[in-house]
């Protein structure tokens, strides 16, 4: 039933936790992976002078290549995190590829789950919730609600910690 399962990672401790459910279950399954990794700039741990407000400042030759060259080494680091990810899974049986794009994540999980013809994504959910959803973006909801297959979401650590139940002397009555 989910032979084909693509995997959505990033670089975070969820994704680890993501890639390890994806082993599991194409061992399992009898499936093969599709590894991807999307680069956004929204998503990258740089600030750029090329998505900021235009006319705030004038945009200098030396901003744009500093921009670049971090861009290049996200790029590298993401193909190298990939290959890493893809010889695990291929030294444990498992057959995998993998794929790098550049855009919206949500958007780009769901369009190569598409053209792959994936039975099954795998994606982490950080479990953003209220503001810090409408803020962050949920790229899990996005795939959930869009994505031509099933889903399994990996839960991570909650963006809040639960609240207490009160204390029993509340409830008591006189």
């Not at 407000?53 to 590298?76: A, S």
């Amino acid at each position: 039933m989910f032979h084909k399962i693509l995997v959505a990672l990033d670089q975070s401790d969820l994704s680890h936790q993501v890639f390890e459910a994806a082993l599991t279950l194409a061992k399992q399954l009898d499936g093969h992976l599709m590894l991807v990794h999307v680069l956004s700039p929204v998503e990258t741990n740089f600030t750029s002078p090329i998505f900021s407000m235009p006319g705030t400042y004038p945009l200098l030759r030396e901003d744009v290549d500093f921009y670049l060259q971090q861009w290049r080494t996200k790029e590298t680091e993401g193909l190298e995190f990939l290959r890493l990810k893809t010889d695990i899974a291929t030294t444990a049986g498992i057959p995998t590829e993998f794929t790098q794009m550049l855009g919206d994540p949500g958007h780009a999980i769901c369009t190569i789950a598409k053209t792959w013809d994936a039975n099954l994504i795998l994606i982490g959910r950080r479990g953003y919730t209220g503001i810090g959803e409408l803020f962050m973006g949920s790229i899990s909801n996005y795939v959930l609600h869009h994505a031509p297959c099933s889903v399994l979401a990996i839960q991570g650590k909650l963006d809040s910690e639960p609240v207490a139940a009160p204390e029993p002397s509340v409830y008591a009555t006189a």
